[in-house]
């Protein structure tokens, strides 16, 4: 768009071409775009009350979905049916593959799913060793990934390691160490680059700032923010904590026990809660 | 954008708040609200405290629901209405087409005060450089010194933090410009900088939707004043 600004600045008359080029670019991305993820009717229940159930949203891509509430009101639960790690009760959960096109995640094979947490998504956990290997070194953390989708070039491997420890801030100097020897931003900094090593279209993220200092917190928040607004990621994130919330969801989703009680736009279920659960949650909040 | 386009169409909002969590109490704010705004006009809302003007600028930015009504919000050549619209459709209106100054800041801390204002521009695609240029001038004509943008407003008094605020509200040149009370703090200087920019966002075809304490910025920028009450 910068180029076609530049080109013309010199020539009133093509003003006209430039205002009809803007229009072309909003109409097209306005054009129907398919949902990325579709849940629809999904029940996963362990007990009554203990679990998820009526589940039905659309995630499009770039957007990212907050979903809030207090422990034990079957977030965590609905997010691991989310993100093909377990099997729910009844109901779908479709997912717009690159490769594979529209699947149904339960109605497919295990290993398409296992491509796809390896290729098209990531997931961060809220503890970094869940999803680090500990023993090894950073680059081999953010190498394996890049070598279970086929890549087996050491030296391109090695390099982007460090391309995408640079991106989430780790001094490259860093890449022999083991991720023990990290801080706990660190690690989680450093579970972020494994993920998006791959190019992910989608993100699962699980209380990511959960263990964290507030000071480490804060640079974390910022870092997220800016890369799922470059790479134009889509993500689901957990998060009992509304200012994380409020930072990096475009719209929320807030729970209570097992039940989608609200639903809209972040600031709007923030600013303006209508549920009286989503009041509550709201109000309770300490002000600074 | 060409002159006398119809910009803003607000006909029959209502709007209640029920607290809950506090008896169920329940209040009334606007009552078959209605308002038009064209291209290049500023109309300021006037009205006692408490009276909605602030509730009826956030239903404009679709930051309240509204109970009844329909607002709809020229973006290129759609009229959107935002009470139904999808969320998603709202973040890319408000991204392009919708801004909104309040006299609070409210963004990541540690976060350098340059990069707080360049970043709405930057969302947009725009190069860099190009946003910083922009972000660095409208930081000087704000009178926030150069020694404060490499550091986090946090920390920054009252004036300086709305400053920042403006800044990045004006950063894009949105069409539709949404401003709760942007000059509440500000001494005279800094006032009438703000005046110019709204001036200048009129001239280039901004509707802007206002609520002004000072009697001298409504002056100088209020195309109409409407009572709150009345619409």
Not at chain 1, 2 to 7: C, L, Q, T, W
Not at chain 1, 233 to 242: A, E, F, P, Q, Y
Not at chain 2, 218 to 223: C, F, G, K, L, P
């Amino acid at each position: 768009m910068n180029k076609v600004i530049d080109a013309v600045q010199s020539d009133a008359g093509v003003q006209q071409a430039l205002e009809t080029a803007l229009q072309q670019e909003f109409k097209e991305e306005w054009k129907d775009i398919a949902p990325l993820l579709s849940v629809r009717e999904l029940n996963k229940f362990y007990a009554p009350g203990k679990g998820c159930g009526d589940i039905n949203f659309d995630l499009y891509p770039g957007e990212v979905l907050g979903i809030v509430g207090e422990s034990g009101s079957g977030k965590s639960t609905l997010l691991s049916c989310l993100s093909a790690r377990l099997t729910p009760d009844s109901g779908n959960v479709i997912y717009n593959s690159e490769r594979f096109g529209e699947m149904d995640l339960y109605a497919c094979e295990e290993s398409m799913r296992r491509v796809l947490m390896r290729s098209e998504w990531g997931i961060v956990h809220q503890h970094a060793r869940d999803g680090l290997r500990m023993n090894v070194s950073a680059g081999a953390n953010i190498g394996e990934r890049l070598m279970a989708v086929g890549e087996r070039h050491y030296g391109d491997i090695r390099a982007k390691a460090e391309e995408w420890l640079t991106a989430v801030e780790i001094d490259t100097g860093r890449i022999d160490d083991r991720p023990s020897q990290f801080s706990g931003g660190m690690q989680q900094r450093l579970q972020i680059a494994r993920n998006l090593v791959t190019h992910p279209k989608l993100i699962f993220m699980d209380e990511p700032t959960g263990g964290l200092d507030v000071s480490v917190q804060a640079k974390l928040l910022d870092l997220l923010r800016n890369l799922v607004s470059r790479l134009g990621l889509s993500v689901i994130i957990v998060t009992h904590d509304l200012a994380v919330a409020r930072l990096l969801a475009h719209r929320l989703m807030v729970m209570r026990r097992g039940q989608v009680v609200e639903t809209g736009l972040t600031d709007q279920v923030l600013d303006d809660p209508q549920h009286p659960y989503t009041q509550l949650l709201v109000s309770s909040i300490l002000q600074n | 954008m060409t002159a006398n386009q119809l910009m803003i169409d607000v006909s029959g909002v209502e709007k209640a708040f029920t607290l809950h969590n506090q008896g169920g109490a329940s209040f009334g704010v606007l009552d078959n609200a209605s308002l038009q705004v064209q291209a290049g006009e500023c109309v300021v809302l006037h009205g006692q405290s408490g009276a909605g003007k602030s509730t009826f600028l956030k239903a404009l930015y679709a930051n309240y629901s509204v109970d009844g009504g329909e607002i709809r919000l020229r973006d290129g050549e759609q009229m959107v209405e935002i009470t139904s619209a999808l969320p998603r459709r709202i973040i890319a209106l408000r991204r392009q087409t919708l801004g909104y100054v309040s006299q609070f800041l409210r963004v990541i801390p540690r976060v350098p005060t340059l990069e707080v204002v360049m970043q709405p521009l930057l969302d947009l695609g725009v190069d860099a450089a190009i946003c910083e240029a922009k972000a660095k001038d409208l930081l000087q004509r704000l009178n926030v010194p150069e020694r404060l943008w490499s550091l986090a407003p946090g920390t920054f008094s009252g004036g300086e933090q709305q400053r920042v605020n403006i800044a990045r509200g004006f950063i894009v040149d949105y069409p539709i410009l949404l401003l709760d009370e942007p000059t509440a703090s500000l001494d005279a200087t800094n006032r009438r900088v703000v005046v110019e920019l709204i001036r200048e966002a009129k001239a280039r075809g901004a509707a802007v939707v206002g609520i002004f304490h000072d009697e001298d910025v409504r002056e100088a920028v209020a195309d109409r004043l409407v009572d709150i009450k009345a619409i």
